[in-house]
């Protein structure tokens, strides 16, 4: 298994860890590359989890959501990794120091160059942005299973959040709470996680927004692919 791993990688393939604020998670990174992981594909059950919460909520949705950030990783990313993919992606996981050591240890056997591991993260947002960033804010809501960003209009039906992509149905009081929980995590905890991240085979890469315009998803999504195709 392990001559597998090795023949299918070649040394100068580049695992990315992408980080970006999860207001802006709305693109679809599927349909983009089959190498974009979310969610969905590296980490075992959130779904699951959630469902279960529904039923007998003993918490808040914000206490569930802060533990299921420390989800272990399933089966499929032994097998992602293996893939002789140039470049792989994972979008905003692992989201823990103790998650990114599992990473670690996994990408470890697979013997990349110097540059294993890339991070990219957003650094700074200016004033105008921030502004438009909190705009942003109230239009949308984050899930808790794929933490990606849907606009309320399209998702919001007798006060409750339904996931087009998970079908799981919140109640949007507590889903209103749950975003700006997950925007200020993202902030506060950026920079730690960079911290962590850091390494002498890895790479950090900061990414700066500057206008408004840069948020406009067609503009993003573009920017990220240049980035990372530069990498
Ligand atoms: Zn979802």
Not at 96 to 120: A, D, F, G, R
Request: with cysteine; proline share 6%; net charge positive.
């Amino acid at each position: 298994m392990i001559k597998k791993e090795q023949a299918n990688h070649k040394p100068e393939n580049k695992i990315i860890l992408l980080l970006i604020p999860p207001l802006l998670n709305f693109l679809n990174w599927e349909k983009i590359s089959p190498h974009y992981h979310s969610l969905a594909d590296i980490v075992t059950d959130r779904k699951g989890k959630l469902i279960k919460w529904q039923k007998n909520p003993k918490t808040d949705l914000i206490s569930l959501a802060k533990s299921l950030d420390g989800t272990p990783f399933n089966k499929k990313v032994s097998e992602i990794l293996r893939s002789p993919a140039k470049r792989i992606i994972f979008i905003n996981y692992p989201l823990t120091k103790e998650s990114w050591e599992v990473l670690e240890e996994k990408i470890q056997p697979l013997k990349l160059k110097s540059v294993c591991v890339c991070v990219c993260v957003f650094v700074s947002l200016s004033e105008s942005l921030a502004l438009s960033f909190a705009e942003l804010q109230k239009e949308m809501m984050i899930c808790p299973v794929c933490k990606r960003s849907y606009k309320k209009k399209e998702t919001i039906q007798e006060k409750a959040f339904r996931c087009p992509v998970d079908e799981i149905t919140l109640p949007q009081e507590e889903m209103e709470k749950l975003t700006d929980h997950y925007l200020n995590e993202y902030f506060n905890q950026v920079k730690s996680l960079i911290e962590a991240y850091r390494g002498k085979k890895n790479k950090i890469i900061p990414m700066e927004l500057k206008m408004r315009e840069d948020l406009e998803p067609t503009i993003l999504q573009n920017y990220l692919i240049e980035k990372i195709h530069q990498i």
